[in-house]
């Protein structure tokens, strides 16, 4: 079986709010307002969904389907797979996503685009081979990568859009009544404000295990200060502390607090992975699949495992295809405790599905059919595309 042909779709859902929903002051950033940075937080953030999906197409017809986790500039993604990836990819015999993706990973990476926008558009071609060759041969993802550890990816609701703290502490209370046991709190604006959420949702949901995303704020001083009060509390992880790039003092942070430090959404492939790992700058490793792919986060899972730090797979924003692909790389993960659970987000991810996933705050069921075992609506996702 060969490549026949691979498009992309970048998409842009009306009327949908990004990653967080409301802001946390009580206002809201609206879909006509661009691309904004919400403070206290440094990154992008824009007033609707943003996503790139790519479909790969066998010459017998049958489809896969992929998506890069792109919330700000999808074109500049969807550009990368149509100019650098698409030429070389059609055509070829499918064996297996692995040979095709070392050929792709190839194209750019003397040139230093291991990372980066390169990385986004490889990942989405990868998880749609994956998906495709699932579909040819019968199996689902996870049974592709070896076989589901589990048929239910567990969950932490994740961020509690309200303005006040006393507003949050009940939406936990209400996520706890409907069985949820875990929430990570949008954190980063001060010690005192962070640790004052904390206690409010943990007054309000004792039986919840809580975490913090500080959203790269603190400097290291700060980050052991609040670390060490998130350990008397028993925190659940501590997640995203310094900035990026800052490899030693993650390293020094994890070595000065028990809270599990937790770092990975920034990062692309292994080798970021292995560094990290190497130097025990983490406690908790979170890869969003849709930024490495399936084929270098199962890499990542076994550098992980040969270290013995639990996989927590990142996911922010994105659409059932990515959503899909991280439940069964999840799946097919032996020390993968949770999942994250967006719940602005699911509505929006479940649109684009003929058949939704079976979702909820407890978890995640792992789709059984071939592939990733869902139910791409192609008709919408072309009048989609159309509208932006």
């Not at 070392?102 to 685009?113: A, I, N, P, T, Y």
């Not at 076989?147 to 932490?156: F, K, N, T």
Request: net charge negative; proline share 5%.
């Amino acid at each position: 079986m060969r490549i026949a042909d691979v498009t992309t779709y970048v998409l842009k859902p009306a009327g949908r709010r990004a990653y967080l929903g409301a802001l946390e002051d009580g206002s809201e950033l609206g879909a006509d307002q661009g691309y904004v940075v919400r403070e206290p937080w440094r990154s992008l953030y824009s007033g609707r969904f943003e996503t790139m999906l790519v479909k790969i197409t066998a010459d017998d017809g049958t489809t896969g389907w992929g998506e890069a986790l792109a919330p700000v500039g999808p074109e500049v993604v969807a550009t990368i797979v149509d100019r650098l990836l698409a030429g070389w990819l059609r055509g070829r015999e499918l064996t297996g996503p692995r040979p095709l993706w070392h050929g792709l990973r190839d194209l750019m990476r003397e040139r230093g685009h291991l990372v980066g926008h390169q990385a986004d558009a490889l990942a989405a071609v990868d998880i749609a081979l994956w998906d495709l060759y699932g579909k040819l041969t019968g199996q689902s993802v996870a049974q592709l990568l070896g076989g589901a550890h589990r048929d239910h990816v567990e969950v932490y609701i994740s961020g509690l859009a309200r303005s006040t703290d006393e507003e949050r502490a009940a939406l936990a209370a209400d996520w706890a009544r409907q069985g949820a046991t875990r929430v990570k709190l949008a954190a980063g604006k001060g010690i005192e404000t962070d640790l004052a959420t904390f206690d409010a949702v943990a007054a309000a949901a004792p039986e919840m295990k809580i975490a913090l995303d500080a959203h790269w704020a603190y400097r290291i001083g700060e980050a052991v200060e609040l670390g060490r009060e998130l350990d008397h509390r028993g925190a659940l992880f501590f997640e995203a502390p310094l900035v990026p790039e800052d490899v030693d003092g993650h390293r020094e942070l994890a070595s000065r607090i028990t809270t599990p430090v937790a770092v990975g959404e920034a990062m692309r492939n292994r080798y970021e992975f292995a560094d990290w790992l190497g130097r025990r700058a983490l406690r908790l490793a979170q890869p969003d699949v849709a930024r490495t792919g399936i084929t270098e986060a199962m890499s990542i899972v076994e550098l992980a495992s040969a270290c013995h730090v639990p996989v927590v797979c990142h996911h922010s924003v994105g659409l059932g295809v990515s959503l899909a692909a991280g439940i069964h790389v999840s799946a097919a993960s032996a020390d993968t405790p949770y999942f994250e659970y967006q719940p602005d987000t699911i509505p929006v991810a479940q649109s684009i599905l003929r058949t939704p996933l079976t979702a909820g705050p407890t978890g995640f069921a792992v789709p059984s059919g071939p592939g990733l075992g869902v139910d791409v609506d192609a008709d919408l996702i072309a009048t989609l595309a159309k509208e932006n």
